[in-house]
């Protein structure tokens, strides 16, 4: 479980002159000799970076794997047998893959670099009265920092005086509108996005000014925080990487053991040292599968097209397919689930409340009533929406497809609304022209403004119910009851109003006296395409779970809408933090809501749910997501709205930061491990069939007398094996990656985090082609052998002999490949065109064998002879047994299903 930070002094519960006593500092600042002293007692403002892992360890990663070593062991096999050209083709795959694997590890490292990125290079400061800019890494504790709209935090700040001051700080605590600061204390145990009396270091100001003493610096910021958490944050094997470890593991192993027994045999029976020596070599040339690795990573690079393709950009290989096995989906809310647009949906007027469709920015909907009936904008809504609207300064324009918007998301709803309900804003902007205006402060909780209608001047004023609602003297009484009802439902609620007022400056006196026009309820809404892929992962057998920073009542809103396992209420980060491991476990496997979290929260759930065996996707776009990002089995970072740390962390990349595009690349996924599972289904009976051969012919064939010379009667030689290995294995091979999905892709669970990829399956499959190949070879080399050898003596014979075998194996595997397109359909029912590259696949083996049979060159590498059309059809004949054999194993299996 990951280790809690060393929580830094908590300063947000202090008054002003609390913090000014603790930091030893005054309201013009530090004076020189004091800066110089603290910059030597805590170093410079700059994140701390641990130092990576270097080059060659990388590179050793990389080659420190059970299949690397196989493929190495085969490729000096080769080249000991004197093949140079054959060991060295088996090199340069292991070179290949080798260097991709250390590319994207080494660019992986990079996460915490990416941090340096959310600080300022230079920041306002005042020392000794005197306001300076200085460098962000000479700032210390106890200087005082001036702040303004677009200015990036440097540090984690102490409000001092804040005029209109909001900062986003959607990036570290998931919270989607900007949030409001003031110098007044909070509770201690306020969570981290209610802790309005702070400015954290990387977050950004909005709108307002304001002065601020600096209290963490470098490492003790909240930023610093999540740094350790990074680097605690452990990047798991993958279930691919797995099971191809556990395949190496097996075939090593088993290469080893049959090659020792083949020599043993081969001794026996009389052959000489040297000879016993090639067939045990021979051998594991023929069983070690040297095109594997080359098709794993081509499969997978195909997946990575197909999911750029659907808008999600894989970062590391072998994330295309962990996905496919992902059993848990842990999500952020803001962008991601959300549409990040907030839309008013419930507008009240007096006790009548109505409803308002459509999500988004977009100025498309409708009004209705609770039993969703139409209803018309009468003279009270319209005196609610056009208040609504001239007390904002946002703006929504549509050009064709094109929209733009620029305000705040609260202001930005207001507009969106009126022009939903055909009140176009501009022109009652100019129609009621804006004479004055008081900001909205955090400390007032409203906004009001002024406004010349013909002959008349009005006050319009919006802001939080509780301040406002008692500036109405002839408000309802139910009024604030329903504030808390349509808060309860996640909404935030607005209060408009309006007063008649004399021509003149704007003060904040007249904020009183108000008429009350009613009350606003919006959200971030889900987007719809969300809601129908959180049911495609269910029906997939993945669960998703959403973890926010943002308010419990929002979280619970938009998990039921959702369709999410909410229980009563969201969990809280601060349950989350009392929790002791068995409580965490219960609330990890049942909930499905979490708001409120601290990044440390979101690393301890997913390394909760990786403890109970889950495969889990955590997605999320800020720099507080980035830890559990990191510790997921599969992280996936928002394109749009992600900053750089969170996409450094991630493994996948979301071009539309659209959940919906989640549950496409799942289905990617799926279909990668099934192509890459009939892939191995396919490559290893070609594999095992050659040994099959071999050592039946060591067992049973006699030593055959060629040229005065005794040689062993080997059926293939070791350069025909790697023919057939590298050559037309892996044409054939490659074009499986391209199939189309199977048809329950996205209706079957995810497969168990340890399922081996050598299930019942591959091996039953592997078992019955193994068998069949290795009878029709061996049959048709015995029967050819025979044949000619009374005709063409036994040197010509043995090489007629050996090329009808091989090309009885390619035929063999031309039809064998047409059966594993599917895993239980056949190539009828799946549509027999439907994956051309198998057939431009056969065509460029085809063309290959010819030139092995006929060309000279190839005749004397590979030590083959020309065979006549009789001898063709006869290895077509004997190859295509395998065609029907596979129709009915899969039709038994249909039937026992």
């Keep these: 479980m990951v280790t809690e930070p060393t929580p830094a002094p908590s300063w947000h519960h202090l008054s002003v002159e609390g913090v000014q006593q603790r930091l030893g500092t005054t309201a013009t600042g530090l004076i020189a000799s004091e800066v110089a002293k603290r910059a030597a007692q805590y170093g410079p403002n700059l994140l701390p970076r641990k130092k990576g892992d270097g080059p060659l360890l990388i590179l050793w990663r990389q080659v420190n794997n059970p299949l690397i070593w196989v493929l190495l062991g085969s490729g000096g096999l080769a080249i000991g047998l004197g093949k140079l050209t054959d060991g060295s083709v088996v090199l340069a795959v292991v070179v290949l893959n080798t260097l991709i694997g250390f590319f994207q590890e080494y660019r992986a490292g990079r996460a915490i670099e990416a941090l340096s990125e959310l600080v300022p290079e230079n920041v306002a400061v005042e020392r000794e009265g005197k306001r300076l800019s200085v460098p962000v890494a ?51 145990d306020a969570a981290l996005g209610d802790r309005s009396s702070l400015v954290f270091g990387g977050t950004i100001v909005t709108a307002g000014s304001g002065s601020a003493w600096v209290v963490a610096t470098a490492g003790q910021t909240e930023l610093g925080r999540i740094s350790s958490l990074i680097h605690e944050a452990t990047e798991l094997v993958t279930p691919l990487t797995k099971a191809l470890a556990g395949i190496a593991k097996v075939l090593t192993m ?35 599968p040297e095109g594997l690795p080359a098709i794993v990573t081509i499969a997978l690079a195909i997946g990575v097209q197909r999911m750029a393709a659907r808008n ?5 290989l072998p994330s295309v397919e962990t996905l496919g096995s992902t059993t848990i989906i842990c999500s952020d809310k803001t962008g991601t689930l959300t549409k990040n647009e907030m839309t008013v949906e419930a507008v009240v007027l007096g006790r009548r409340r109505l409803r308002v469709t459509g999500a988004g920015y977009w100025p498309t909907g409708a009004l209705q009533d609770q039993g969703g009936a139409a209803v018309e904008v009468d003279a009270e809504l319209s005196a609610l929406i056009d208040a609504a609207a001239l007390c904002t300064d946002a703006t929504v324009s549509v050009e064709g497809d094109r929209l733009a918007v620029t305000g705040d998301p609260t202001e930005l709803a207001l507009v969106v609304l009126a022009e939903k309900l055909g009140h176009a804003v501009e022109p009652l902007r100019a129609d009621r022209p804006r004479t004055d205006a008081i900001p909205f402060e955090s400390e007032r909780q409203w906004m009001a403004t002024a406004h010349e209608i013909g002959a008349e001047h009005w006050l319009y004023a919006k802001g939080a119910p509780e301040v406002l609602v008692p500036l109405c003297p002839g408000a309802d009484p139910h009024t604030l009851a329903t504030v808390a009802e349509l ?20 003060l904040v006196e007249e904020v009183q006296g108000l008429e009350l026009l009613g009350l606003v309820g919006m959200i971030d809404p889900p987007r719809p395409e969300a809601i129908d892929a959180v049911a495609r992962c269910r029906a997939a057998g993945i669960t998703v779970k959403m973890i926010t920073g943002d308010h419990p009542g929002t979280a619970t809103a938009i998990g039921r809408a959702l369709g999410l396992d909410v229980g009563e209420a969201a969990v809280t980060g601060q349950l989350l933090a009392q929790a002791d491991p068995a409580e965490l476990e219960r609330l990890a496997k049942e909930r499905g809501v979490f708001a409120r979290v601290a990044p440390e929260h979101k690393l301890r759930l997913v390394q909760t749910l990786q ?11 800020g720099v507080n997501d980035a830890p559990a990002l990191k510790q997921a089995n599969i992280g996936i970072a928002m394109g749009i709205s992600g900053t750089a740390v969170s996409k450094e962390a991630a493994d996948i990349v979301l071009a539309d930061d659209n959940f919906a595009t989640i549950a496409a690349a799942v289905e990617e996924g799926r279909r990668v491990y099934d192509n890459l599972k009939k892939s191995l289904a396919f490559v290893l009976p070609t594999n095992l069939g050659l040994a099959c ?9 006699p030593i055959a007398e060629v040229d005065g010379v005794l040689l062993p009667l080997l059926p293939v030689l070791p350069t025909q094996l790697l023919w057939i290995n590298l050559v037309a294995a892996v044409a054939l091979a490659l074009p499986l990656a391209f199939e189309t999905k199977e048809r329950n892709v996205m209706s079957r669970p995810p497969r168990a985090p340890d399922a081996p990829m050598l299930d019942r399956f591959v091996v039953r499959r592997t078992g019955l082609a193994t068998l069949l190949m290795t009878g029709v070879a061996l049959w048709l080399f015995d029967w050819e052998y025979a044949r000619q050898l009374p005709l063409l003596g036994p040197k010509v014979a043995l090489s007629q002999a050996q090329t009808m075998t091989v090309t009885t194996v390619i035929t063999f595997q031309i039809f064998y490949v047409l059966n594993c397109r599917s895993e239980l359909e056949s190539v009828f029912q799946i549509g027999f065109f439907s994956n051309p590259t198998v057939f431009v696949g056969i065509g460029v083996v085809v063309v290959l064998q010819a030139a092995f049979i006929y060309l000279p060159p190839l005749q004397m590498v590979f030590g083959t002879s020309a065979i006549d059309l009789p001898s063709l059809g006869w290895s077509a004949l004997a190859g295509s047994v395998i065609l029907p054999a596979i129709l009915i194993e899969k039709a038994i299996r249909r039937s026992v299903r």
């Design 487 to 506: 808060a309860g439902e996640g909404l935030r609620v607005l209060a408009v109003a309006r007063k008649r007022r004399e021509p003149g400056p704007l």
């Design 611 to 621: 403890s109970q065996g889950h495969v889990v996707a955590m997605t999320g776009d």
């Design 312 to 316: 999600a950009v894989v970062r590391r």
């Design 693 to 701: 051969i071999l050592m039946a012919a060591v067992i049973f064939f």
């Design 138 to 188: 000479e700032l210390v504790p106890g200087d005082l920092v001036h702040l303004a709209a677009g200015d990036k935090v440097p540090a984690d700040l102490r409000i001092v005086t804040a005029r209109g001051l909001f900062v986003e700080e959607a990036a570290l605590t998931g919270e989607s509108v900007p949030s409001g600061k003031t110098p007044d204390p909070v509770a201690q």
């Design 254 to 288: 088993a290469i080893l053991a049959i090659s020792a027994v083949l020599f043993g045999v081969g001794l026996y029976r009389g052959y000489s040292v040297s000879d016993a020596l090639l067939v045990a070599i021979t051998l594991a040339v023929a069983a070690v």
